[in-house]
């Protein structure tokens, strides 16, 4: 397996720009959730999605942003309008089962400018 | 809240000189401690789950024990290539979200 997959894996954009991250799971894992790294807050999950729907999206910072699985192989992030603050490594990652580890991607590295 | 306090944050090491990570945690039903580990410009690795006090775990030179405060990880006769940020993180028994400790980043020296 490819494990998981997510694009790009750099994006610069400006502010007020609309950003979006896409990922692909691993190909039988239920659960899919995204994570955002930054070094100030380590990691902070935004949402996370259990056959599709999504379960749990308290993380997510605010309105700007909005997160879909349209389908059990594919999801986005979608950040509109960004801002510099915005600014940090997404990861996608998924699991089979909620309770078993997950496996990561190797993230997007988001810079607004 | 889930609280996850991690330490040291860094930790430097010589090649073959063993020592400890400490996991701290405060969590509402415990339903698994994670450790992980993450190299520069990827995503975190998979390491152990524990789920019980008193379990313990191992892979190669690493090893996990769990109390019910606290997970440690051993890294016996670390090598350079054992260098890398640990770790570690909570899931609730109601609850499928991991929180994560903010790391501890390991250097071995050869």
């Known amino acids: 397996d490819a494990g998981v997959i997510q694009s790009p894996r750099h994006e610069v954009t400006e502010m007020g720009q609309e950003v979006t991250l896409r990922c692909k799971p691993i190909s039988g894992h239920d659960y899919l959730f995204w994570y955002r790294q930054t070094m100030m807050r380590g990691l902070e999950l935004l949402i996370y999605?259990?056959?599709?729907?999504?379960?749990?999206d308290s993380g997510m910072p605010e309105d700007r942003f909005s997160a879909k699985m349209p389908n059990a192989s594919f999801s986005t992030l979608k950040i509109q309008p960004s801002e510099p603050r915005d600014s940090a490594v997404y990861f996608c990652?998924?699991?089979?089962?909620?309770?078993?580890?997950?496996?990561f991607g190797s993230g997007t590295r988001l810079t607004v400018v | 809240e889930d609280q996850v306090t991690q330490s040291p944050e860094a930790l430097r090491l010589q090649e073959g000189e063993s020592s400890s990570l400490n996991c701290s945690y405060t969590?509402?039903?415990?339903?698994?401690l994670f450790w992980y580990r993450q190299d520069p410009g990827k995503g975190p690795e998979f390491l152990f789950t524990l789920y019980s006090a008193g379990e313990e775990k191992e892979k190669e030179r690493l090893k996990a024990t769990l109390t019910k405060k606290e997970s440690f990880l051993h890294i016996t006769a670390p090598k350079p290539e054992d260098s890398a940020t640990y770790l570690c993180a909570v899931q609730r028994s109601n609850d499928y979200k991991l929180s994560f400790g903010a790391g501890t980043t390991v250097t071995v020296r050869a």
């Open positions: 990652a998924s699991s089979p089962q909620g309770s078993y580890g997950y496996t």
């Open positions: 999605f259990n056959n599709n729907v999504p379960i749990d």
């Open positions: 969590v509402s039903g415990l339903r698994g």
